[in-house]
């Protein structure tokens, strides 16, 4: 370890996280194999099996807006589709965070016997959820279509709004892959925070909902802030400027201490599987 | 051109656990690598200032009892293990047999398993449908191949994946102990077609425990112990120093 650290600095540990992506990246294949292999498996032994994938999702949606509507007095007509794509979105975000602390260790197999770069591994937790985002989508389509709420020209931005979204999902996906391989530990912590994270961010209810002192709650959340990126123009709502910028700064500086993260800690990861 | 070089490798390992005193009693045997204080943890030194320099030809065997250090050997050459201190080089395309059937689903069918096994071996998708055909041939499992490798007896699976893996021709072959499938009348099949995988790789890294399969495959033998080269040189020599018995216990050979 000592020759590792002492030609090593700050710019060191970017290139070498850079070149861990760059090998990621270059392993597409693999990626993609390992990506489509769980959603395989779904598919492989039920007709339905993209129905079952889809049918968790429908059923919390239809019945999250149903009783909610209900309790609060509100038009399904509008809650319902509110809840729809922010839950869709909503099983990304805790979808690959949810994978991250058993990303390396699920993989050992493949890394223990066969020299591949750990962001192989994370690039096929990212993809994996994508190809599970693009089932999800069907339902918000089904439900924006069902409550006739057609799409203007500003829901365009939720393309880039999601790209952010991603961004902002992978880096910390790496981070606590990292960490959570060393410390076991964090898998509980991780999975007690995105339980949090569900209740305190405006999946379910709405950001109007929340008494002006509070405000605070939605502010300091980054998961507030990625999801209205992508589900306001859904829904016919420019965010606001200081929305991207703040997105975009979070996902600038995430990926680059992940680059150094990477860097300083890639070769003692197969120590800790 | 096939070259493997290490220069004075070492390889830690840190024993992660909250228990690391009650563990300490446990590792303190004659069985695996060396134990070093490192703060409150204990590390395991795995592999001691090894140095090793195989080129075009070089049939290596790894001797040493269960823990001295071979598999941690073989994972620094195929790169797995990064060395803590000391440096690898290979040059040339190299492949650890260490599980062959890495890649492989038991829900895809036989023919979805070629494709998947030959693309984490580094091959494209193009390639790998090319290679398809040959590899089914020689996998001899016909019919079997449409249905879900879940439904094959183990002995089908290994088939299959030894099909595979040996359909690519690497310069370097690692493996940990010799790997062969199949019932008497493929057995001898699989071993032809890997005598002949490996007389045309260039390097050979074999760790084993089989005297038979060392001395028909390998010219130069390394015997581990505890993580340090305790002697290094033709198979005959050191085969015969390592299975005297007691000879482990001469200190003096120690190199």
Not at chain 1, 128 to 136: S, Y
Not at chain 1, 176 to 193: E, G, Y
Not at chain 1, 244 to 255: M, T
Not at chain 2, 8 to 26: E, G, L
Request: hydrophobic share 50%; proline share 4%.
């Amino acid at each position: 370890m000592a020759t590792q650290s002492d030609r090593s600095g700050f710019g060191q540990w970017l290139l070498i996280g850079y070149r861990e992506i760059a090998s990621g990246i270059a392993n597409w294949r693999i990626v993609h194999l390992m990506g489509i292999s769980d959603l395989r498996r779904r598919y492989a032994r039920s007709r339905l099996g993209q129905f079952w994938l889809v049918a968790s999702t429908g059923i919390m949606v239809v019945v999250l807006g149903a009783v909610w509507s209900m309790l609060w007095k509100m038009p399904a007509h509008d809650l319902m589709p509110y809840i729809a794509v922010a839950l869709v979105l909503w099983t990304v975000i805790t979808g690959a965070l949810g994978e991250a602390p058993t990303a390396f260790i699920a993989a050992g197999p493949l890394l223990l016997n066969q020299g591949t770069s750990y962001s192989t591994v994370i690039l096929a937790v990212l993809y994996r959820q994508l190809l599970i985002f693009l089932h999800n989508v069907t339902i918000a389509v089904l439900i924006l279509i069902v409550f006739r709420r057609p799409l203007g020209a500003e829901a365009l931005l939720a393309i880039p709004g999601f790209l952010l979204l991603l961004l902002n999902i992978a880096w910390p996906t790496y981070v606590i892959a990292i960490a959570s391989t060393r410390f076991r530990d964090l898998a509980s912590v991780v999975s007690n925070v995105l339980v949090i994270a569900f209740l305190v961010t405006p999946v379910f209810w709405e950001e109007t909902q929340i008494p002006p002192e509070h405000n605070w709650i939605i502010r300091a959340n980054p998961f507030a802030l990625l999801l209205s990126l992508v589900r306001d123009p859904i829904l016919g709502k420019v965010p606001e400027g200081s929305a991207w910028l703040v997105a975009s700064l979070l996902g600038l500086v995430g990926c680059l201490l992940t680059l150094v993260l990477i860097g300083k800690y890639r070769h003692r990861i197969i120590y800790w599987l | 051109m096939a070259e493997i070089t290490l220069q004075n490798v070492s390889v830690d390992f840190t024993v992660y656990t909250p228990q690391t005193r009650a563990i300490k009693a446990a590792i303190f045997t004659k069985l695996g690598g060396r134990l070093a204080p490192h703060n409150q943890t204990i590390t395991v030194r795995a592999l001691d200032d090894i140095t090793l320099r195989l080129r075009d030809g070089d049939r290596l065997a790894l001797v040493g009892h269960n823990g001295a250090g071979k598999t941690t050997l073989l994972r620094v050459i195929s790169k797995v293990y990064p060395p803590v201190r000391g440096s690898v080089d290979v040059i040339g395309k190299l492949a650890c047999y260490t599980d062959i059937m890495l890649g492989m689903e038991p829900e895809a069918t036989g023919w979805q398993n070629i494709l998947f096994r030959c693309v984490f071996m580094g091959l494209t998708f193009s390639e790998a449908k090319a290679l398809t055909p040959a590899i089914a041939e020689f996998s001899e499992l016909g019919q079997y191949l449409d249905l879900p490798v879940r439904t094959y007896s183990s002995g089908m699976f290994l088939r299959l994946a030894f099909a595979i893996t040996t359909a690519v021709q690497p310069d370097i072959v690692v493996m940990d102990e010799m790997i062969a499938a199949g019932d008497a009348q493929f057995l001898d099949k699989a071993q032809r077609r890997m005598n002949e995988l490996l007389a045309r790789a260039r390097i050979l890294v074999l760790a084993s425990h089989s005297e038979a399969i060392i001395r028909a495959f390998c010219t130069t033998a390394l015997w581990l112990e505890k993580g340090r080269v305790r002697m290094i040189g033709s198979v005959a020599d050191v085969l015969q120093a390592y299975l005297t018995p007691g000879g482990d216990r001469y200190q003096s050979c120690r190199s």
